[in-house]
Structures are given as structure tokens and as C-alpha cells.
């Protein structure tokens, strides 16, 4: 089976009917915990009980300050990819002894800035930092993640109690702020990290050793990055969603519309 990002990007649509673009390259980071804390002869025996296409898959396993284990690096690879070895990785880290905190680490997702048009950053900081209670509710609920410290919504300066019609003006004004340096401290420490040059990272998730939780977790940012894409293609950013940001149940509708998401699909909401 080939693995993306070892072998070049492709022109695919993102799903029937939408416009033509890169699909997405996804780079998961998932830490978790060991009894023995950082413990590179258990990252090592992983490693051991992997064959050939496993170790493309899983880029490495380093040492991550934030737990008392580990954080494992797959290499950026597409969503099917994604969907067909974790279920083949879980039941191996589990038997080298890692597990996922309840109370801490995460679960981040990378994607390659290469896959985004103009108008669609703006479009994904307002659905999920601007997006209102019901925009809380369901990355909460999808993706699992409490802390504030780690995964950050926008200060409170910033915040409105729901999603208005100016949202989209207010995501790019932020953006701006973050770019022109003014608060470099926390940035990297926001649901949405746009420190990296080459990436953008979502860090709403909560570290799983479920299969369907982290599935749905890592179809989400997909699902989320593939809507974006369709409505900035759409309409000029100016003129997209005069009345307010789209519901997450508007989005969830549009998800089930395909057969690209099933594990955030079953998601309750």
C-alpha cells in the first residue's frame, strides 16, 4: 500500500462533487504514557513488531515533556491511509505498555498549508475558535480536549458568546495579529497553531487508544479542512455565510452526505 509523503502528492478531488485540489496530507502526533515514562526500549520493541509498510507509517517515536511517555509521529500520509493501519497500530502499543491519560496529552493533527486556497485559514480559525457554544460543544464532544493550556480558544478579549455575521473578519484580524508577532508566547499553544511554516496543527484532540475515537478524531480535521476548502472555492471570502457561521449540525449533515467519514459519521450530534 502505498503512504503519501513518501511518494508525491496527487491531484484528487476531495470528495464527489467537490472542487478539484490536493488532498490533504495528514501528519498525526499522539502522546501517550508509560509506566516506565520515557522508555526507548519499549518504543524500540514497537518498532520490532512492525513490518515494512507499519515503519513508513510511523515516522518515530520521541520524547515529549508534556507526558510521562511518549509521543508517536506518523509520516504525513492520506486519510485511507490513516483509516486502514491505525486499527493494526493501537493493539501494538498497548502491548509495549503505553496508554492514553485520561486527564492529559494529545492528539495533533498536521496538514500541509499546499492544500489550502485563499480565504480558507480564515474560514477554519472562525468555525472553530469563533464558531460560538455550539461550535464548543462539538469539538468537545468529537474531539475530546478540556485543557486550555495546551489547546487554547481565542482570549477573551477576543471571544463572542456566538457565531456572528462579522466572524470571518475577526478570524482574519487575528490571524494578522498572530503573523505580526505580537503574542508569539502562546501562539504555538492555540486550538489551531499556524506557528509552522509549512503546516498548520490541530491540537483539539485528546489522546485515544480507542480506534474509533481517534479515527473520528483524525476525520474531523479532514472533514473540516475539506468543507473549508469547498465554501472558500465557492464565494469570495467576503461574501461567505452573510448571516453567521454555518451550525456544526449544518456540517455534520454535509459529512453524511459521503461515505469519506464514517467513523466521525457515527458521531452522535
Known sequence: MEVAGIIPERWTPWVPGAPRGYAPLLGVE????????????????????????????LAAGVYDGSVSGAEFVTSPTKLEIHQAYW??????????????????????????????????????????MLGGPEWEQFQMLVMGRTSERYAAGLPMSQARPESTPDSLERAHAYIREQYAGERQHDLRYQRINLMPKETVEFRQGHTTLN???????????????????????????????????????????????????????????
Not at 38 to 43: G, S
Not at 99 to 128: F, I, N, W
Not at 219 to 228: D, G, I, R
Open 87 to 128: 486499527p493494526r497500530l493501537i493493539p501494538v502499543l498497548r502491548a509495549g505498555g503505553f496508554y492514553a491519560e485520561s486527564g492529559g496529552g494529545g492528539l495533533h493533527v498536521h496538514c500541509s498549508r499546499k492544500a489550502m486556497v485563499p480565504g480558507q485559514l480564515d474560514l477554519l480559525v472562525a468555525l472553530t
Open 211 to 269: 480506534a474509533d475515537k481517534l479515527l473520528s478524531r483524525v476525520e474531523c480535521v479532514h472533514a473540516l479542512l475539506a468543507f473549508t476548502r469547498t465554501a472558500a472555492k465557492t464565494s469570495p471570502l467576503g461574501h461567505l455565510f452573510p448571516e453567521g457561521l454555518p451550525s456544526p449540525r449544518a456540517f455534520m449533515g454535509w459529512v453524511r452526505r459521503y461515505k469519506v467519514w464514517p467513523h466521525l459519521a457515527a458521531t452522535s450530534f
Open 30 to 57: 499522539l502522546e501517550l504514557s508509560h509506566e516506565a515514562g520515557f522508555h526507548l526500549p519499549a518504543i524500540e520493541a514497537v518498532r520490532r513488531h512492525l513490518d515494512a509498510d507499519m515503519h513508513r507509517f
